[in-house]
């Protein structure tokens, strides 16, 4: 087995990582239909291209795990000012963490979650937040032997919509 490397991303990993974006789009919608959208024929290009836009800021983490140069894993983060929604001051925010299932079970998650933490105190950052789906406890085990904790959870109220009509 060839040794996975992480990277920043780069403009030639755009397709692969807007692959793993929809695959990410898909695990949440499968999780809970009402609360996550729905994949479409889409969202590939829709989030390779958003991912595009954000490739060469300053304050944003994208990184790659790659085998044998094919993309099997990637993540996505930024550090972002104080936020007042979420009561928090300046962080590094993890938005994306996605590996493949053919590159699963073989450290790359843990190699990217360590790989953009570091990244993001280069960048200044005293604190990483991160959110995971509920449903996603491989992910929050991962996250927990990382050194994160709980701290919020997100609820959701479907609203009828036929009432009152």
Known sequence: ???IVVRPATSVDLPAIGRLGA???????????????????????GY???????LDQPDVVMLVAAQDEQVIGYTYAAVEGPDWMSLRG??????????????RGRGAGRM???????????????????????????AQRLFASAGF????????????T???T
């Open 149 to 160: 904790r709980p701290t919020m959870i997100e609820m959701t109220r479907d609203l009828d």
């Open 90 to 103: 300046e962080a590094g925010v993890l938005h994306d963490i996605v590996i493949g299932p053919e590159g």
């Open 23 to 45: 695959l990410l789009v898909k695990t949440h919608h499968d999780f809970d239909a009402k609360r996550f959208m729905a994949p479409t024929r889409e969202t590939a290009s």
């Open 1 to 3: 087995m060839t040794d």
């Open 112 to 138: 990217l979650l360590d790989a953009t933490v570091a990244a993001l105190q280069a960048r200044g950052a005293t604190q990483v937040v991160l959110s995971a789906a509920q449903r996603n406890t491989a």
């Open 48 to 54: 390779a291209s958003f991912l595009a836009s954000q």
């Open 162 to 164: 036929t009432e009152g």
